[in-house]
């Protein structure tokens, strides 16, 4: 079962952000970026971020086959 739950994070907007699991193991998380990111790195546009630990994921589909 994939699900995902709210993190607070400040690197993302707080409603706009949530971690990735699979089987109940986070592997990842996602969310549009907060004003404070873009400006620091120099980003002019809204930009949204998803980052994945790839090696759980392969393994579970390893595993199905």
Do not use: R, W
């Amino acid at each position: 079962t994939n699900t995902q739950q709210n993190i607070l994070s400040p690197t993302y907007f707080e409603s706009k952000q949530v971690e990735v699991f699979l089987k109940d193991k986070n592997v990842g998380h996602m969310g549009v970026l907060h004003p404070d990111v873009l400006k620091a790195y120099k980003i002019t546009n809204p930009c949204s971020v998803l980052e994945l630990n790839m090696e759980p994921i392969f393994k579970h589909f390893e595993d199905s086959c």
